[in-house]
């Protein structure tokens, strides 16, 4: 058995196109992968999607995405080292951002995109004025590290009013649909 050091499960997934777009996420339970590859078909599936702990090489694509889940306030570091690292890269590229937060299990809505997309990855990024959404997300507590686990079963009492448990509230349609508003875009 063979294994290559560039592996890229997702490699295989796009529909043939002649745009090179690509769709980068960094996620902790898997609400934001979920969310790139649902991007990504809304985009018809012409997106291939990776996940930043592959460091993929995207120079050769005209078109990004990028996106990640969101913990205090930030996406991870692999995520904002990646970005720093290959700004030069993939500046002019960017074409929308999108970060998923459980947000207390309450509706996200215009002071999240503020300060999670404005003043968070658009930043990074040094982006602006391009498509970007805040999805809600999912905690599985099976998936979480125990130190992280431990300190937001002592915190969520007090953010949501309850205990924590695991829930999703991340939905497919509207990963769809910010999918197809990232098309109609490239298309113009």
């Given at each position: ?79 904002q080292d990646y970005i720093t690292k290959n700004k030069g890269a993939l500046k002019n590229k960017i074409k929308a951002l999108f970060a998923v937060c459980g947000n207390g299990e309450k509706a996200v809505g215009p002071a999240q995109k503020t300060a999670l997309i404005d003043n968070h990855l658009a930043k990074l990024c ?63």
């Amino acid at each position: 058995m063979a294994f290559t050091n560039n592996a890229s499960a997702l490699d295989y997934y796009p529909t043939p196109s002649d745009k090179k777009c690509a769709v980068l996420f960094a996620t902790w339970c898997g609400s934001s992968r979920d969310a790139a590859v649902w991007i990504s078909e809304g985009m018809g599936g012409i997106a291939d999607v990776f996940d930043v702990r592959e460091n993929p090489d995207l120079k050769s694509f005209d078109h990004i995405v990028i996106g990640g889940s969101i913990r205090s306030g930030v996406t991870r570091k692999e995520l904002q080292d990646y970005i720093t690292k290959n700004k030069g890269a993939l500046k002019n590229k960017i074409k929308a951002l999108f970060a998923v937060c459980g947000n207390g299990e309450k509706a996200v809505g215009p002071a999240q995109k503020t300060a999670l997309i404005d003043n968070h990855l658009a930043k990074l990024c040094e982006v602006g004025n391009i498509p970007s959404r805040v999805f809600n997300g999912r905690i599985t507590k099976a998936l979480l590290d125990p130190a992280t686990r431990k300190r937001m079963e002592e915190m969520y009492p007090n953010f949501a009013g309850k205990q924590l448990e695991d829930y999703d509230l991340l939905k497919r349609a509207d990963c769809l649909a910010f999918g197809r508003e990232i098309l109609a875009g490239m298309k113009q």
